[in-house]
């Protein structure tokens, strides 16, 4: 049974550049998170998906930052221009609607961004 | 804004139970109690949840308080593969979001 897979794994690239962060949630579920990951902040909520629809997107840290839900299984993190403080481990996670359901991680996208 | 407060590290020996307390002096009465845990290079883990009651899993038992300020997280036999970060987080149970917010954790380090 899959879990929540992302990719790229590892990514490195200059600062300018535009980065997309890729996501599959469980099958079946329908709501999904994206996170990031940094020494400095922990883990911060980004942006959260119901149904495909942004629901909660105060996490967005500027508008270099966007995210999509084209379907119930794909979504997509993009960062345009990319800076080195962008840096981080973005993590998606997905669960079934609800707020008793267990929501499960993926194992991350670490960028890094020189 | 996380509603939790955890000691920052623990060490436990390899065989004995660790205990992981978690102070939520501040939570409503319908919101649950969540434990993960984040091993090295790895997304986060769920361990187990609750809103009153004692809960046990295959992985851990948790103890909530009967005033609901403070619980335990119990690994009874830990072992070397238990080192992580541990994080309490206390979920919303009102309005249309489900999401997790996650404190600074305890760093627990199983010795053998």
């Excluded at chain 1, 550049?17 to 890729?22: A, S």
């Excluded at chain 1, 149904?51 to 084209?70: L, T």
Aim: aromatic share 10%; charged share 20%.
């Amino acid at each position: 049974d899959a879990g929540v897979i992302q990719s790229p794994r590892h990514e490195v690239t200059e600062m300018g550049q535009e980065v997309t962060l890729r996501c599959k949630p469980i099958s079946g579920h329908n709501s999904l998170f994206w996170y990031r990951q940094t020494m400095m902040r922990g883990l911060e909520l980004l942006i959260y998906f119901n149904n495909n629809v942004p629901i909660d997107d105060s996490g967005m840290p500027e508008d270099r930052f966007s995210a999509k839900m084209p379907n119930a299984s794909f979504s997509t993190l993009k960062i345009q221009p990319s800076e080195p403080r962008d840096s981080a481990v973005y993590f998606c996670a997905s669960s079934f609607t609800g707020l008793r359901n267990t929501i499960y991680f993926g194992e991350g996208s670490w960028l890094t961004v020189v | 804004d996380a509603k939790t407060t955890q000691p920052p590290s623990m060490d436990c020996a390899e065989g004995r139970a660790a205990n992981l307390p978690c102070n939520h002096s501040t939570i409503s009465g319908n919101e649950y109690v969540y434990w993960y845990r984040q091993i090295h290079s790895q997304g986060p883990q769920y361990i187990i949840h609750g809103l009153k009651n004692n809960e046990t899993n295959e992985m851990a038992s948790l103890i909530i308080t009967e005033d609901r300020k403070s619980s335990t997280l119990i690994l009874p036999h830990a072992t070397l593969r238990d080192t992580a970060v541990y994080y309490c987080i206390v979920r919303p149970s009102s309005g249309n979001t489900g999401k997790l917010i996650f404190g600074q954790g305890t760093t627990l380090q199983v010795k053998p």
